[in-house]
């Protein structure tokens, strides 16, 4: 066994040694994953889909690859395991009511689709 000295990153934190403490940091870790799926340039939204938009069953949009979206998820798990603000909801809850018709939103089969 060898000392290598002053640790700065092990397994996605950065460490940074003081005096009167150790601050640990997942920045550069929260970069790469950015950078790793194509996210860099993305922006923080309320609602992450188009309102009313009418789904079909065959839309033309390309399916998701399995294994690169449960890399993503397990990725993002691993970021939250020691950051528990991120993980949870800051602001209070919110009820919303929803019906179970959308009067037809299937354009194809006239059936309803949101419930």
Sequence with gaps: MSDLGVMNYFLGMEIYQFSHGIFLSQKKYAVELLKKFDMEKCNPVDTPMVYNQKFELEDGVAKIEVSTYR????????????????????????????????????????KSTSG
């Design 71 to 110: 890399s993503l998820i397990g990725s993002f798990l691993y970021l939250c395991a020691s950051r528990h603000d991120i993980m949870f909801s800051q602001e209070e809850g919110k009820l919303m009511g929803y019906v179970d018709s959308d009067w037809a939103g299937s354009m194809k089969y006239s």
